[in-house]
């Protein structure tokens, strides 16, 4: 099979590296959780690790924990050292490189939080922060300062005071769940939260942020679908970046969420040698379509401490929309958009298609390269006012 065939095509991963148990268990998401490789001895009994990645995985500890459960893990081309599974996931020496233009919270949440664990940024929105774990842990996460656990900093979510600040704050009408991953908490737990958010009357629209669809879609269980549809309006972003995410369990999982009527986004991150090209980008846009999830954001990668090796040039996000725009469904193009550093919100960026603008017509070019003249409305002129009423007046007689 060509390699490009893993892009497009949907295929089962079994669980071929793991004890006899595992066949019976592997649908479990609480075994999954509980068999997550999370240390160096698990990962190197499995994987031959290259030295930039044994010491990658020892810095880990003090800087954002490695966990990855063996339903990702499975995805993993073992022959090849650049798999863009592996990439994401393993940790790497160079992350402990902190790069001048880095930060460790390069979106400027915490200088945006009214009461700790609720960002407040645009006027109408708050992001809420409610915990700090996720299924496996991105080796680009843009808040590896508190996601794991073993960073710099506590993740630290005043539930009361939040719920009161919401309440108060009428201007709000939209809450993101994010953390890490609103989907690691029980059903009865996410269903009180959203409950409570459900009984603020002004909270018009809910989001969840969560790459457990990816990461564990064992969670996405019927159970969990049936208690996230009674709090409608509810939409899911998740996290892709590679279309050989997208196996035949993920596309399930994501058909439960899709049937219980919760509307799916996908954003995803650029990242150097795993999704920066066209040919990657249109695969997981189509993958996505056919998974019934809208392509909603591509992030340009944050400024997050240690992450040069996987950031792009910005001109790279720009050329991946001009290889989608016009050359496939308008549906499958996601908005290109950077973080601006240090709490600027999302800065869309585009190829330029407006060549020349004068008061008269702009001169625009197509996604072929062909210029085109739109003119701009011109003005009614008086005589033709008047001899449109004389006209009028005629009829009317
Ligand atoms: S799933 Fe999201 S929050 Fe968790 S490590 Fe990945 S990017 Fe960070």
Redesign the pocket.
């Known amino acids: 099979m060509h390699e490009f065939d893993t892009h497009t095509t949907f295929r089962s991963h079994a669980p071929g590296y793991w004890p006899a148990e595992a066949m019976e268990q592997w649908h479990d998401h609480r075994w999954q959780l509980r068999n997550r490789i999370d240390s160096l001895a698990d990962l190197e009994a499995k994987l031959v690790l290259s030295d930039e990645e044994r010491a990658g995985v020892l810095l880990a500890g003090t800087k954002l924990a490695m966990a990855i459960t063996p339903h990702f893990f499975n995805l993993i081309d073992r022959e090849n050292p650049d798999c863009p599974i592996r990439r994401q996931v393993i940790p790497r020496i160079e992350e402990g490189w902190n790069a001048p233009e880095e930060m460790a919270d390069p979106c400027g949440e915490d200088h945006h939080m009214p009461v700790p664990g609720l960002v407040h940024r645009y006027p109408d929105r708050v992001l809420f922060l409610v915990t700090d774990r996720?299924a496996?842990?991105?080796r680009y996460?843009?808040?590896?300062r508190v996601?794991?656990g073993v960073g710099e900093q506590q993740l630290e979510t005043h539930w009361e005071a939040a719920f009161r600040y919401l309440e108060t704050h009428t201007e709000i009408r939209d809450v993101l769940l994010?953390?890490?991953?609103p989907l690691l908490f029980s059903d009865a737990k996410l269903d009180r939260i959203l409950s409570r958010l459900r009984s603020i009357p002004h909270l018009q629209f809910l989001r969840i942020g969560s790459?457990i669809p990816i990461?564990l879609p064992q969670r996405i269980t019927p159970e969990l679908c049936d208690m996230l549809k009674k709090h409608h309006p509810l939409f899911i972003s998740i996290?892709t970046n590679h279309p050989r995410e997208l196996t035949l369990e993920v596309r399930d999982a994501l058909a439960r969420l899709a049937d219980a009527g919760i509307p799916l986004g996908n954003q995803s991150v650029m990242l150097r040698g795993i999704n920066d090209s066209v040919e990657v980008q249109k695969a997981l846009v189509h993958k996505l379509l056919m998974c019934r999830v809208k392509p909603y954001y591509i992030y340009q990668c944050d400024l997050i401490h240690g992450s040069s090796h996987l950031r792009t040039p910005v001109a790279s996000g720009i050329e991946i929309i001009e290889g989608l725009r016009g050359h496939t469904t308008g549906y499958a193009i996601p908005q290109f958009v950077i973080d601006g550093p240090g709490g600027g919100g999302k800065i869309p960026l585009n190829p330029n298609y407006v060549i020349d603008s004068s008061p008269s017509h702009v001169t625009l070019r197509n996604f072929e390269g062909n210029l085109f003249e739109y003119p701009n409305p011109s003005p009614i002129q008086p005589d033709d006012l008047l001899s449109l009423r004389h006209r009028a007046l005629a009829k009317a007689r």
Do not use: A, E, L
């Not at 996460?141 to 590896?144: A, E, G, P, Q």
């Open positions: 996720c496996s842990y991105c996460c843009t808040r590896s996601v794991s994010s953390g890490g991953d790459r990461f996290h």
